[in-house]
């Protein structure tokens, strides 16, 4: 137990020498910001397109509300998700090719032990980053406008927070069985580009954990489930980390 708290130590160590918690913490909380200030300015922002267009008026159709602060919020945290797995794609590759792995290893850290920490602490970058940029953004949106006419949006955050969990445990996976940050990248795409097409048939995207995306639906409308992609995340997540074990057991570091 000892010598996991001091690997998890270093990995938080690690993700602060290397910069990564200062880019990722500034780009949240800047899209944070930005979600409830484009939605507070886009009145303003057609009223000059106007105004330097003569002859094409454009103009808002309803009032702005909570609910498109909101709104830019989910559009925009699909761009901080991006980021997030491109900076921590390099979360055991790095390792592989300077060799600090196989020092731990040697010393005799349980291969299992490193699955668990570097899971645990990119969920944990993820976590803080992720709240901490929708609690800008309520905080701006509860100051602007009434958010108690937004009843489900905490439900929507919470949905695709889940959703980004999924996305630490298919990094982890192709993490470890890859080689080089591009290829995690190049894999982790893939998954993406399935499960867009896949998510085109009728009535198979409710079951995929990509749906989870599509919570802000919940703002919206009634009537939209996630029951379904929540249980298929939670199933394939786990499966991708248990999966990621015996496979980094076998291979040669």
Request: glycine share 6%.
């Amino acid at each position: 137990m000892r010598q996991f708290k001091a690997f998890t130590k270093k990995e938080f160590t690690d993700q602060f020498r290397s910069g990564k918690l200062f880019i990722l913490g500034a780009v949240f909380i800047f899209f944070g910001i930005m979600s409830p200030a484009l939605a507070k300015l886009m009145p303003k922002l057609l009223e000059m397109i106007s105004a330097e267009d003569a002859g094409y008026v454009v103009t808002m159709t309803k009032e702005v509300t909570a609910a498109d602060s909101f709104d830019q919020f989910f559009k925009n945290i699909s761009t901080c998700l991006i980021l997030f797995v491109i900076l921590e794609s390099g979360i055991f590759t790095k390792e592989y090719s300077s060799g600090t792995l196989l020092l731990s290893l040697t010393r005799g850290l349980e291969r299992r032990k490193v699955i668990i920490s570097k899971t645990f602490v990119l969920a944990a970058v993820w976590t803080v980053c992720y709240w901490l940029c929708f609690g800008v953004t309520l905080g701006y949106s509860a100051y602007f406008w009434d958010i108690s006419a937004v009843p489900d949006v905490m439900t929507a955050a919470l949905l695709w927070w889940i959703y980004g969990l999924w996305f630490t445990a298919v990094v982890v996976f192709f993490s470890v069985l890859m080689r080089t940050a591009t290829a995690v990248l190049a894999c982790t795409g893939a998954v993406y580009l399935g499960y867009t097409l896949l998510g085109m048939i009728p009535r198979l995207g409710e079951y995929l954990p990509a749906h989870l995306a599509s919570s802000q639906k919940l703002i919206h409308a009634e009537g939209y489930t996630f029951t379904a992609a929540l249980i298929a995340a939670a199933v394939t997540g786990v499966l991708l980390i248990a999966a990621s074990v015996p496979v980094f057991d076998r291979k040669s570091i």
